[in-house]
């Protein structure tokens, strides 16, 4: 439908952390694919984690604040085939504990989000904020800025 995702900032709050991320990029195809390339490296594996975000839309002035539980989300994410198959892909447990790993995306590796099509309207915004990441080995913090939007 027309929608495009522009990342305009994502850098690492400080360089001591767990998780780097290199060359990341995030694409909206329009077949509603997300195509990501770049790697994930986590330097330090962790039984327990949470991830705590700080999300603010323009235009609102309420932001989205919360604290997930990365295993927790991981168990219920990997019942679903395709996660199974991207996390034994990339040799990432589908449980805690969490072995270090890098991980890097394919060319070309797409994720289909044609379900969420009709959300699209309503997402459709300017985003900016903070998500940290707090495991028992470590943590790490990113601060970003992107755009999903209508374009041509």
Do not use: W
Not at 32 to 44: K, M, P
Not at 49 to 67: A, N, R, S, T
Not at 132 to 150: M, P, V, W, Y
Request: hydrophobic share 30%.
């Amino acid at each position: 439908d027309g929608y495009k995702i522009k990342v305009n900032k994502l850098e690492s709050c400080d360089n001591k952390g767990t998780l780097k991320l290199t060359n990341p990029k995030v694409e909206l195809t329009k077949d509603c694919h997300v195509v990501i390339s770049g790697c994930a490296e986590l330097t330090a594996g962790f039984s327990s984690c949470k991830v705590l975000y700080d999300v603010k839309k323009k235009g609102m002035m309420v932001p989205f604040k919360g604290e997930r539980d990365a295993c927790e989300e991981l168990a219920k994410l990997s019942k679903k085939q395709d996660v199974a198959d991207k996390l034994k892909q990339y040799k990432i447990s589908k449980n805690c504990p969490i072995n270090a790993v890098k991980a890097c995306a394919s060319k070309g590796e797409k994720v289909d989000i044609s379900s969420y099509k009709d959300k699209f309207r309503l997402a459709a915004g300017q985003y900016s904020g903070t998500i940290t990441i707090q495991a028992n080995s470590g943590s790490s913090c990113f601060k970003f800025d992107a755009e999903f939007k209508r374009g041509k």
